[in-house]
């Protein structure tokens, strides 16, 4: 009988019949673009159709600022606690265990330092993948440490921020963060060594409102959500219908919140540019 005069309805293969197109062939961007991954990954996760900068981790920054994709992780066994006893759907020491098993990451924040363009760099890199790249102590105490570090060696900073703000398991612990991180960055302009920021796709909450927006030289990922409270938040609190491309990358650019927009492609040559730049040296 043909399929269009079947009587019974729903689908009625059975499991074990079905042949599932293997997961992670295909990657479709919201604009309904559909790449193939390889491409994908060889473009640096970037659409080539509509430019869409796909979310990545730190492990694909690294592999992008990296020269040869070398590097020395610094702090990599940092991992978080559970002061609070905190509980909600779960307990937190129970999250953490679940979320450090799936994402085989410690703690939402990497850091590593090696050659990039020839010269030494430190790169703190977010990753989303880990309780939404939220801020807590680890996170706090890696950027510290990876300060420290560049003090110590005289060794300009990248951080990238990717987060959906303070860590809510963490309370005021992971609120303290902001002024430590904000205090040792001011240590870090004292030694008068260049801090370059990256604000990726989301940056909010206190992440936006500390170290993300304290750069030397702020950059965005084209089309990143960028700011404090969400649109909806916004929109809910202040009764109004908000601009076009509130919140985007080219919107915070044109008010001034942003120095630059680099696409992905550039992002190497650009920040050891801005570095060159800063300490007056001869460009790379």
Not at 21 to 38: A, F, M, N, R
Not at 52 to 74: A, M, P, Q, T, W
Request: with cysteine; net charge neutral.
């Amino acid at each position: 009988m043909a399929w269009f005069k079947r009587k019974e309805k729903g689908i009625t293969t059975a499991t074990e019949d079905k042949k599932d197109v293997p997961k992670g062939l295909w990657y479709k961007s919201p604009t309904g673009k559909i790449i193939d991954q390889d491409e994908l990954a060889r473009n640096l996760w970037v659409s080539p159709e509509d430019d869409y900068h796909v979310r990545i981790g730190s492990r694909e920054y690294f592999e992008i600022l990296f020269d040869n994709n070398e590097f020395k992780e610094l702090d990599a066994k940092l991992t978080s606690k559970d002061p609070l006893k905190f509980e909600d759907t779960k307990k937190y020491s129970d999250r953490l265990k679940d979320v450090m098993g799936k994402t085989k990451l410690n703690d939402a924040i990497r850091t590593a330092v090696g050659k990039s363009k020839g010269k030494e760099l430190v790169v703190s890199c977010m990753d989303f993948a880990f309780i939404g790249g939220s801020m807590g102590a680890v996170v706090g105490e890696k950027i510290v440490r990876a300060i420290d570090y560049c003090i110590k060696n005289n060794v300009p900073f990248v951080l990238i921020s990717k987060s959906g703000g303070a860590r809510m398991m963490e309370a005021a612990y992971s609120l303290m963060q902001l002024a430590k991180t904000s205090a040792k960055l001011a240590q870090l302009a004292e030694a008068k060594i260049p801090y370059i920021s990256l604000c990726t796709d989301p940056t909010t909450g206190g992440t936006t409102a500390s170290y993300a927006m304290l750069g030397d030289i702020n950059i965005g990922e084209p089309g990143a959500l960028i700011g404090f409270a969400g649109p909806r938040v916004v929109k809910d609190t202040t009764g109004k219908e908000l601009p076009e491309g509130f919140q985007t990358s080219e919107f915070l650019l044109e008010h001034g919140f942003l120095d630059f927009i680099s696409p992905r492609k550039e992002l190497k040559d650009k920040i050891n540019l801005y570095i060159d730049l800063i300490q007056n040296q001869e460009v790379r």
